[in-house]
């Protein structure tokens, strides 16, 4: 217990001493979360205004859309709050920064993923959290352990998916040095993606946001399997209990993005 407090002790110095960077300029930080909150509620908005002319989105109706919404932007928020920082890894390769984390004992990741912590995060947390429970409670679900265990699987392995996907990103800025918009059309593209009814993708994006990069994991397939709805063709509703493989698959992929990235790296050039 002494050792692992002494791994830990370094990466919790650093996190406590950026929130409190942070809580130092209160103006500042309620300003950062207001505009965080205003962002996640204008994201549900969108949503509610595409009810206002249809009754039905891929087969699920306002209140189902709700579950999937609350699921991926919960997970999402998470994500990001710990690991949405690896998007800084572009601005540090190409100033040479990254040099100074070799000269830590630590490991090069979980030094990145350590550096920072945002806060404001936590309100795009709260409105997915709101939205998933609305939608919770006012669907009709047949409530048992199952359905439970369900819920919080997808949101566990719904987090960990998407931190898999901002390390893999930051593995391939490795090679693309200023290229964070093209590897964003994947990890908030994808954001949005699962935020979304898979069964309003074309076969392209199913394979893609689905199975590659598995968004549909992370929401949709949980919520229709949950709701006991059919799902879509290539993803039948059972495969809502897969998201912790699909968190998995996601993770290795992340891992060796990484390991290859960073073996391909040779230092700022300073």
Not at 196 to 208: D, E, G
């Amino acid at each position: 217990m002494a050792d692992l407090d002494a791994v830990v002790r370094p990466y919790r110095a650093v996190l406590s001493s950026r929130i409190r960077s942070q809580r130092s300029y209160r103006a500042n930080f309620v300003v950062d979360v207001f505009s965080a909150l205003l962002v996640g509620i204008i994201e549900l908005a969108e949503i509610a205004v595409l009810f206002f002319n249809v009754d039905r989105l891929g087969g699920l109706d306002f209140v189902q859309i709700l579950i999937v919404f609350g699921l991926a932007d919960l997970a999402f928020s998470l994500a990001d709050l710990a690991f949405g920082h690896c998007d800084n890894l572009p601005t540090y390769l190409r100033a040479g920064t990254l040099d100074v984390f070799y000269l830590r004992p630590q490991p090069l990741l979980l030094q990145l993923i350590t550096s920072d912590i945002s806060l404001r995060r936590l309100a795009r947390a709260l409105v997915g959290l709101v939205a998933l429970i609305t939608g919770l409670v006012l669907a009709d679900i047949d409530w048992s352990f199952a359905a439970v265990a369900l819920v919080l699987i997808s949101v566990v392995s719904g987090t960990v998916t998407f931190a898999a996907m901002f390390v893999w990103a930051a593995g391939a800025q490795f090679f693309l040095i200023d290229g964070a918009e093209a590897t964003n059309a994947f990890v908030y593209g994808g954001r949005y993606a699962a935020s979304q009814p898979a069964s309003v993708w074309n076969r392209p994006l199913k394979v893609l946001f689905g199975f590659f990069f598995p968004m549909a994991f992370t929401a949709y397939l949980p919520a229709v399997t949950l709701l006991g709805l059919p799902g879509t063709d290539l993803m039948p509703s059972w495969l809502g209990w897969c998201a912790p493989l699909a968190a998995v698959f996601t993770w290795a992929l992340a891992l060796l993005a990484w390991r290859v990235g960073v073996r391909h790296y040779q230092g700022g050039g300073g």
